[in-house]
């Protein structure tokens, strides 16, 4: 078994920030890719940003240049700074690794989801 432990969610004003945490233990060999998603009411679980093994990241064109992820790869833990929140970046947002377990079977793991409501 994988857990997912994410921190770091809540309320916050318009222009402010918060950084996410999320730390994975368990059945893991090796980690292809740590990220986050988010869902927001009646919207589809879309991808936020995403940090791949080598490091490289990617970032939904609505969070670029205001978000920032990053990992601990010593503690399988992957983190999102989230800078200039806007209402719209109000959802649950979900912890997401995609890894290979001590069978080397590729996974996808979630977390359990953290709120983060953004006040205009």
């Known amino acids: 078994q994988v857990q997912l432990v994410e921190s770091g969610g809540g309320l916050v004003q318009a222009g402010g920030s918060l950084r996410l945490s999320c730390a994975a233990s368990?059945?893991?060999?090796?980690?292809?890719?740590m990220g986050w998603y988010r869902q927001a009411p009646g919207k589809q679980r879309e991808l936020v940003a995403e940090?791949?093994?080598?490091?490289?990241?990617n970032y939904a064109d609505s969070v670029k240049g205001r978000f920032t992820i990053s990992r601990d790869n010593a503690k399988n833990t992957v983190y999102l700074q989230m800078n200039s929140l806007k209402p719209e970046d109000t959802a649950e947002y979900y912890c997401n690794t995609v890894s290979h377990n001590s069978a080397w079977e590729t996974r996808w793991y979630w977390g359990q989801g953290t709120q983060v409501t953004v006040s205009s």
């Open positions: 368990g059945n893991i060999f090796s980690i292809i890719t």
């Open positions: 940090i791949l093994s080598g490091g490289s990241t």
